[in-house]
Every structure is written in C-alpha cells, then in structure tokens.
C-alpha cells in the first residue's frame, strides 16, 4: 500500500516526494518513512483485531516520537522493552495505560519508574522479578498489573515451527515441569501484584500460524491448572509478535484480519474445551506494522567489476544502518531509483563502506549494468530493525529517519553529527 510511483523523469516519488529531492535535502543515507503506509498498516491491525483485543506495537522494531504519536491517534498500545523505549514513550504522550513493559533484566530502576508511572502491564520473565516487581509496586504503596511470560516449546521462524525442545532460551518460564503454574501461584500469592495474564513470544518473521495455534493451545492449558488450582480464570493472554513480512517476492505474508481471526479462532476452540470464559486476546507486532513501511535511500560511491564474479557496488552506508544482512543472512531486494536505465542486468553485490568485508547489504541483486557513482538506490522493507539495530561502528553517523506524506517531507529523527559522537567522549 506504499505510493511508490516513477515522475515523468523516471525518478521513483515515495508519499509525493521524489527521491532525489529527498537526497538533496536530507543528505543520504536516509530512510524514508511514509506515514500514511504507516498508520494503515497500524489501523489495519487495529480493526482487525476489534474492540475485545489490544494491538501492542512492539516498539523494539523501530520507535521514536513521531511514531509513538501516530500509534496513539490510531488507537494502538505500545509494548517497550527497555527505560529509553519507556522515556521515549512517555514523552510523547502515550497514556502509561496503554504501555507493556518487558524484558528478561529490567533494572530495578526502570521497574520503579515503570511502575510510578502507572504503566498497563509488566510482563514478568523470572522468579526473581515476581518479588522484585511486587516488593517495589508494595513499596510504592501500588498494585501493580502483571503477565506472565511463559516458555511454550514451540519456536517458530518463517515457514516453519517446531514444537519441542525450545526451551533452552533466555526468556519467559517453562511451561514444562510445571514452573510456570509455580510462578502463576507465587505471584497470585504477592500484594502489590495483580496477575492479569499470561505471555507467550514464539519467534520472527513467522508466516505458519500451527505455532501459534500450539502455543494458544499451551497457553489455556495453563489457564484451566489455574483456575482449576486457584479458582481464579486469568482474564487475558498475550501471543506476542513475530508475524512476517515480504521482504522479497518470495515471502507471502498473511493480512491482519487473516491472523486476527485465526488467533480468534484457535483461542476461543481451545478455551470451548476447558470450558473457560475466553480471555482478552492481545498482540504486538512490530515488523509487520513498520517493516514496509520504510526503505533506504543510498547514493553509490563506486562499482568494481570482478570478472567472472560479480559487481560489487558501494554505497554510502552499510552495516551501521541495517546489521540485519550480516548478524542473520537477511534477504533484501534493492532497486535504482534515481532514473530509469535500457542497460541489461548484471550480478551486483550493494555492500556498504565500513572495514569489514561481511559489510554487506543485498548479497545478490541484479542492477542496471550502467549503474554509476550518484545512482541513488533504495532498499526496501527497512523499516523493522535496521534504525532501531544501527550502530556507529567506524564512527559513521546514524542516517536520519524522514517521513513523507501528501507531498512532504520532515525529519523526525534527526542525522547524528560527529558532535554528536564527540560529545560522549569525555577523555
Ligand atoms: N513481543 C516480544 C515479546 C518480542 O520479543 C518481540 C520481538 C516482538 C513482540 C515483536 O516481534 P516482531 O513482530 O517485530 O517480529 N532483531 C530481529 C528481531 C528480534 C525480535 C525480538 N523480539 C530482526 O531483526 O529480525
């Protein structure tokens, strides 16, 4: 749904601002975010799921002011995993009921000011955490809404799950050898603490959905020991994010309302046989909202033909901005965007300028075989864990994030400068 179109010069405009004005204006690299792709993708989620469930955006894909605004107006609520996401949050005006808070090591300081600030759920990752978080909202004089994160041992990636043998990982309390139901009654056991829910987060970029429907099923399983046990039907479940995005031809993502009615279904059967009150149902994708939302503009530097290999072309950014070709063997595709070209294709490696020879952006594209220094290409499907991943190694500065809608386009999240970098250096 991006409005992507070529001008009459063959120039690709994005929200109705060509690319190269956008070059020009804002320097690259750069992504560029189209807010109006944005808030549909955002309001697609948010109707599909409807009234009796909540839409977390899980702002580890990609956050700042801008965006925690638009998910606000949108009526989404907003999952944070650290005290920058928190501040971040919070100073745009995201109301702290409508925040999650996770995280396998949340300092008591970000705990304190999680739970000062009022916000909707914590969501509980160890043993430990069930007291501290109950020690600091008793201490605060508050009581404090809580999940449960749980380990399900099912771990699904693409187009595949597996449904044992997962559970040796940082996150959540096994389901298995009953620690899970024990965390539930150390918990119910706390004041300070008011146990709404349980959380499961079986993986990325997952398109299967069985491992959802394993997981859910998991899930009321230890609904039902619960009440069964205590009495209490624990009013909500979280099945976390994860859900894929095409970041090449090849990928076939579902739509929302397809997840949200299958995550319905599986949800309300599994609960029809414990003879349970189905649970408010939520969820928090991340990369499905803001991953097509956003592509990088680069300019080129140099090509350099190896004979019987490949081309390899050099841009002005590279692993800083998007570490997600290199840390997971990512897919990307890549385009020229800054004019059309007759030229016939060739084999083209788009790597980027750090000293490191893994710098690489798209391992294998074709590009037009005139391709020249001041081509300007775009990657897209950038918008999901590449600013929210980028670094400064070799002291290059983080490209800015511009967001285009109706024609214009303004900065909201700012180039860093090399002032910028000095300026933590204190020596
Ligand atoms: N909820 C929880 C508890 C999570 O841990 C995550 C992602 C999400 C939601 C959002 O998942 P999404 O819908 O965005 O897939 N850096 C990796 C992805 C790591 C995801 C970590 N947790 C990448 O670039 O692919």
Not at 30 to 43: G, H, I, K, M
Not at 219 to 247: N, S, T
Not at 396 to 419: H, I, K, M, S, Y
Request: one cysteine or more; aromatic letters at 6%; proline letters at 4%.
């Amino acid at each position: 749904s991006q409005t992507v179109e070529r001008n009459a010069d063959g120039v690709v405009t994005v929200g109705g601002v060509d690319v190269k004005a956008l070059a020009e204006e804002f320097g690259t690299p750069a992504y560029v975010l189209d807010e109006a792709d944005f808030r549909a993708r955002a309001r697609a989620w948010r109707t599909a799921f409807g009234a009796d469930a909540d839409v977390f955006y899980a702002g580890k894909a990609f956050l700042s002011r801008a965006v925690v605004r638009w998910l606000h107006e949108e009526g989404l609520n907003l999952d944070v995993c650290s005290g920058g996401e928190l501040a971040t949050a919070l100073s745009a005006g995201m109301p702290a009921e409508r925040i999650a808070f996770h995280g396998n090591n949340k300092s008591p300081e970000e705990i304190e000011r999680a739970v000062r600030a009022g916000v909707g759920r914590i969501v509980l990752d160890s043993f430990q955490e069930i007291v501290r978080v109950a020690h600091i909202a008793r201490s605060l004089g508050k009581r404090q809404p809580v999940q449960i994160r749980v380990t399900v041992g099912v771990e699904a990636h693409t187009h595949e799950f597996i449904a044992t043998a997962h559970e040796d990982q940082k996150f959540g309390i096994p389901l298995a050898g009953g620690q899970a139901a024990e965390a539930v009654r150390r918990a119910l056991q706390l004041d300070g603490l008011d146990v709404i829910g349980i959380h499961s987060h079986i993986g990325s970029q997952i398109f299967d959905m069985s491992g959802f429907e394993v997981a859910a099923q998991r899930v009321v399983g230890l609904l039902k020991d619960v009440r069964d046990e205590h009495g209490v039907e624990l009013p909500e479940i979280d099945l976390g994010g994860g859900l894929g995005i095409a970041y090449t031809s090849d990928d076939d993502p579902r739509e929302p309302h397809e997840i949200a009615k299958a995550l319905h279904e599986i949800v309300t059967r599994a609960c029809e046989a414990a003879r349970l009150r189905t649970p408010r149902i939520s969820v928090e994708p991340g990369r499905a909202i803001v991953g097509p939302t956003a592509f990088t503009l680069y300019e080129v530097g140099t090509t350099k033909q190896l004979e019987g290999l490949r081309t390899y072309v050099s841009v002005d950014g590279g692993m800083s901005d998007n570490i997600r070709t290199a840390l997971y063997d990512a897919e990307y595709s890549v385009a020229l965007v800054s004019r059309t070209s007759d030229a016939g294709p060739m084999l083209a490696r788009v790597v980027g300028k750090h000293c490191e020879s893994g710098d690489i952006v798209v391992k294998d594209a074709f590009l037009p075989a005139d391709l020249a220094p001041g081509d300007l290409l775009a990657v897209p499907a950038t918008g999901a864990y590449c600013r929210s991943m980028a670094s400064n190694y070799n002291h290059v500065l983080r490209p800015p994030v511009v967001a285009v809608r109706d024609g214009e386009a303004r900065v909201v999240v700012r180039r860093e400068t090399e002032e910028d970098l000095l300026r933590l250096d204190v020596g």
